[in-house]
C-alpha cells in the first residue's frame, strides 16, 4: 500500500519548496504521534506496547500509548520525545522489590542494613528474633530464586571429576574454527567423547557405582547422569567466579552446541537441566515458608569483623549458629530434612559473602570518592579529576565536575550490576542453552567468537541502567550496553567482564585501607608511614594521589584498540579501568601499593595484569 504522506510528482513541482517541507514535517510528525493498529492488536492490555512482555507503567499523552518504566525512559530520552508528558499508571507496586527502596535511598552505599536485614536482635533468653520491618522476607524470598544451592559432599566429589575431564578436552580447539565439513558429526563426536572421559573417571574413582551406571548401557541411558554432573558444575561457577576459569568456558560452549536441534538428534539425549536453587528446592518439598520467618535474617548474615570488639564478633557468631539450629529443627519434615534447611541457609550465607567481596568494594570506592573530593571544584590542580582528550591516553574531555559524576554514576552502576549478578547470571545461563537462540562463529578482532543475541539479560541490564540513571540523575556519557555484538559477542562473555570489578577494586580499597591503617599508628616507629610521609609529604596527600590518578585515568574511555571501541559506553568503561591496572608498576605511588602486600589484580602471583 502507497504512503499517502509522500508528496507526488505534480505537488513538487508546482508547490513553494518551503510550504512542500513544512507540509511533509508536519504529516510525518502526525504518523510519529499515532499509535499504530497493528500495534494495538498485537499488545495485551496492561502491557507496554514496546516490549511487550513487561507490565505497563506509565502512560505517555502525546503517544497515547502505556510503556514500562525501562522503554519509556529508552524512548523518551533524547528528541522532542524528551518534552512528552509521562504519567504513572495505578498499578500496584511489587512488594517484593526491595531494590527499589534500597536504590531510593539518598546513599547509593546502602547496604542489608537498610532493608532491616541488620536490625535484628537475638534475645538469648526468649530465642526469638525481633525486626523493624518485615523487608527481608520478601526480599529473600525473591532473591532465593537465584540463589544457587551449595554443592554436597558427593556433588563435590562430581565436580572433581568434570574439571578433569574438562581440563583434557580439546572440545573448542577442534569446534570454533573455519573449515568445511559436517561441523555436527564433529560436535556430536566431541561431546560423546567428553562422556565417555566422565564415564571412565566414574568407573575409576568408584568402581561399583561405575559398574551398574554404564554396563551395557549407550549414553542416552545415562541421560539424567550427565545432566546431574553438568548442573554441578554450572551452579558451582555461579557461587565460586574465581574458579573453573578455562573450564567453565569449554562447558557452556558444549552445552550450547549441545541444545541444538540437530545435534540432539543424532545424540539422542538432552546434556541440560535447570540450575538448582534454594527457592525450586525449597518449593519442591512445600517449605517456602521458612524464608519468611524472620530468624532466616540471623541465620544468614555475613559476620564482618571491621569496627567491632572481639566479644562482638563471638555474640555474632554463636547468635547465627544458635538461629540456624532452630530453624532446621522447628522446620523439619519428612519431606525437608533437617540437613536440607541447612544447605539452604549456608547457601543464603554464601550470597551475602559474595556480595561483600564483589559489591562492597564499589561502596568503599564510593565513600572515598565522596570524602576526599567536591564535586564543585578541585582541592588543587594535581588533585584535580579533569581529562583532557589525547593527553596520558585519555578519549575523553570532561570538568573536574563532570568527571566526578561519571566517576560516580559508573561506580554506582557496577555495584547494582554485582548486586544482582546472580539474577544476571541465571538469564544468562537461560539465553545461552536456548535451542532457539542460535549463534555464528565470527572474527570480532579478539580470535573467533560466537556471537549470540541475550534477549533476557539485555532486559535485565536495562531495567538496572535505567534504575541507575534514576538514582544519579544527572547521566554523563553513553548509556549503550553492547550485547551481542563484536565488543561483547554473548552473555558468557558479559558476565566475566563484570565478574573482574571486584578483582580491580579490591587491591586498591586494601591499598586505601592500608593507608588509614598507617595513619592511626604512630610514624616513628613505623617504618613504611615514615616512608610514605618522605615520600609524599603526609598519608593524607598519598591517598588523595592514588584516588585521583585512578579515578582520572581508569575512567578516561581508553583502553581499546581504536576510538569507536572505548569511550564512555557501559563496556568502555570497564575496559579503561583495565587499561589502568595494566600500568600500575609505572606509577609513583607503586611501591606503596608493594608495602600493602599486593601481588596482582587477578588475585595470584602472575603478575600485575
Known sequence: MANSNVPSLDEILCTDAQDLVSKFDASNAAMEEEPSADEEETVAEGFCVECKDQQAQVF??????????VCAGMIHRTGRRKQHVLKKLDTPEPAKDVDAAEMSSEDPVADLEDMGAMDVTFSAHSGKVETAEGAFGAWIVERAKYIPLRLTLKERKYLRLLEAALNVSEYTDKIDVLMYGNKTKRMVGQIKELCAILSGLVLASDYKAGQTLFEDRQFADNAEFYQKIFEIGRRHKIMNPDRMRSEYGKLMYVLQDAQLREVQDLLEFNTC???????AVLESVHALHILEDEMVAVATREIVNRGKTRSQVQLEIKQKERAIEYLSKAYATPECPGELIRQCLYSIGDNHAFLRFNRDPCD???EYLQANFRPQSAESNSLSLAILHGRDGARLSHSHTNQFHYVQQTLTLWREILHDMFMLWYNADSDMLKSRNTYRLQDTGQGLQRVQPCPQVSRA??????????VVGRWVGSSMIHLGDRNVPNALVFIDKYNQVSSILNPVVRVLEFLDSLESSDANANSAASFVKTAFGTIDQARKLILADFFRSAFDGSGADNFFDAGSCIDGRLTSAWNWCSSIEKKPFFNIFLLSGFVGFNGGPEGFS
Do not use: G, N, W
Not at 505517555?60 to 518504566?69: K, P, R
Not at 537441566?273 to 527457592?279: A, N, Q, W
Not at 541490564?461 to 540513571?469: D, E, K, M, W
Open 273 to 279: 537441566s535447570p540450575i538448582k536453587t534454594v527457592y
Open 461 to 470: 541490564a536495562h531495567a538496572i541502567l535505567h534504575r541507575t540513571q534514576k
Open 364 to 366: 568503599r570506592m564510593l
Open 60 to 69: 505517555c499523552e502525546q503517544c497515547q500509548e502505556d510503556f514500562c518504566e
